[in-house]
């Protein structure tokens, strides 16, 4: 049987064969799903650099101005994409370092009602395998950069519930997380990125279920199917 991180490094070794350069990979999937689990155990399969979509987050639009705009506008400026392509991306499929200031959660708000950005530089060497983690790390801004868009695929109930979890000490955090994005993931996964546009779908409920891949382009009909078993 195999494990989601398995199947995504086969999938990247096919490609090898292809692309003369070092190939990108995007982890997505809703909040709860499992990414920083499934890319974890990646990175001991394999030499990754590792481009966590979090640190892009916006520091220009005030967090009170959120809820007032439209699902388009929330999933448009959520993160710096051009910060994403120039600073990571680019440099790391040119196998140059990547070089960018990290979104700071830690320092609370400013006094403009926005987030800031760490002062110290994250450096991240190049490596054969670029792995983009984070909900929307598919998106348009940065599909053209990418070689496999992989979601990761869990039921609603299962992902809230791991959620809950890994923020029990910020139910108020949370509870106004949920009511800003869940309507936002929801019409991403079902209008922007379905899973039909996907090159690897996998489960990753409590129970074994099935994973679809396709190469880029491929009519889904083509597609095969593995067994993956569940990651916590």
Same mark, same amino acid.
């Given at each position: 049987?195999?494990?989601?991180?398995?199947?995504?490094?086969?999938?990247?070794?096919?490609?090898?064969?292809?692309?003369?350069?070092?190939i990108v990979v995007a982890l997505d999937g809703g909040s709860g799903a499992g990414k920083t689990t499934i890319a974890q155990r990646l990175i001991? +399969?394999?030499? @990754? =650099?590792?481009?966590?979509?979090?640190d892009f987050y916006q520091t220009v639009i005030p967090e009170s101005d959120w809820p007032h705009k439209?699902?388009?506008?929330?999933?448009?400026?959520?993160?710096?994409?051009?910060?994403?392509?120039?600073e990571a991306l680019e440099p790391l499929r040119a196998e140059r370092p990547g070089r960018w200031h990290a979104f700071d959660f830690m320092r609370g708000?400013?006094?403009a009602g926005t987030y800031s950005l760490k002062k110290e530089v994250t450096e991240v060497a190049p490596a054969p395998t670029i792995l983009v983690?984070?909900?929307?790390?598919?998106?348009?801004?940065?599909?053209? +950069?990418?070689? @496999? =868009?992989?979601?990761?695929d869990v039921d609603n109930k299962t992902r809230h519930l791991r959620t809950a979890v890994r923020e029990r000490d910020g139910t108020e955090f949370l509870a106004k997380w949920h009511a800003m994005w869940d309507e936002v993931e929801r019409h991403y996964f079902q209008h922007v990125c379905p899973p039909e546009s996907f090159d690897l779908v996998i489960r990753n409920d409590n129970t074994a279920q099935q994973t679809r891949c396709s190469e880029p382009g491929d009519d889904a009909s083509a597609a095969y199917q593995e067994l993956v078993a569940p990651v916590r």
């Open positions: 049987m195999n494990i989601p991180e398995q199947v995504i490094f086969r999938e990247v070794e096919r490609l090898r064969t292809k692309v003369q350069r070092p001991r +399969l394999t030499e @990754v =650099a590792s481009v966590p979509l979090d439209t699902l388009e506008q929330r999933l448009n400026g959520v993160f710096d994409w051009s910060r994403v392509r120039s708000l400013g006094k983690e984070g909900a929307y790390s598919a998106s348009p801004p940065l599909r053209d +950069l990418i070689d @496999v =868009a992989v979601l990761v």
